[in-house]
């Protein structure tokens, strides 16, 4: 374990856990990040940044699924080693977490064991992601509970197994739900809804998609409340 002094922490970089539904424009969120870019393609959806000029591009193949583990940890590792890359997105990481609990269930008859095992692996994952000061952005597909309540509170979550879930996303500052109203992409962080959420960068709660990593500036956005204050007031 490191030590560090007052005022002497270590700088890092941000990561960002975005999941929604199929559409919702996940993928296409890796255009607002800056520099030279890595995306691990689970679900083979990378054609929305074919043409971007900075990012390379990884995909599994068939022969890859039976040792995905191991294939993913080799070439995160290359990828964090890589002084070119800048940012790291691993997208689905639905579809990585059933190939990993497909290569699990064969090796252990143990259902217990077996979620345990794939818990643990997410869980080195991130802490390397964490660890290796590069950006981070990941993606997931979303579940929709909805239980016939009124409020909808608590609908959505991310399709993973709900300890794994959190094994992974612990280590990252940013985790919301994005969606689509009224023609524009939402991304929800705000978990007193009840949706898996948190935003450890900023006070933001709810933001337009293309706003995830460059936020207004905080005068603009005290600007606007008192612009609608001020309106409330008038009607």
């Keep these: 374990m490191r030590f560090f002094t007052p005022g002497n922490f270590p700088e890092h970089h941000n990561m960002y856990f975005i999941y929604g539904d199929g559409g919702t424009g996940k993928t296409s969120l890796l255009r607002l990040f800056k520099g030279k870019k890595v995306l691990f393609s689970f679900d083979m959806s990378y054609n929305v940044i074919k043409d971007t000029g900075d990012t390379s591009l990884l995909v599994l193949e068939k022969k890859d699924l039976s040792m995905v583990q191991a294939l993913v940890d080799e070439m995160v590792d290359r990828a964090i080693a890589n002084p070119d890359f800048d940012v790291i997105c691993l997208d689905n990481v639905t579809a990585l977490q059933n190939y990993v609990l497909d290569n699990i269930e064969h090796a252990a008859k143990d259902n ?23 950006t981070v952005y990941a993606t997931a597909h979303a579940i929709d509970k909805d239980n016939g309540g009124i409020d909808g509170q608590g609908r959505y979550e991310a399709d993973m197994n709900l300890k794994t879930f959190n094994a992974f996303t612990s280590m990252f500052d940013l985790v919301g739900r994005i969606y689509v109203k009224d023609g524009e992409r939402l991304i929800d962080l705000d978990p007193e809804q009840g949706n898996h959420a948190k935003n450890r960068i900023d006070d933001r709660k709810l933001i337009k998609a293309d706003e995830l990593i460059e936020p207004k500036q905080k005068e603009d956005i005290t600007e606007q409340e008192e612009t609608k204050g001020t309106a409330k007031k008038a009607s």
């Design 112 to 134: 217990r064991q077996n979620y345990n095992a794939m818990q643990k692996w997410f869980r080195d994952l991130g802490s390397r992601l964490r660890q290796s000061n590069k």
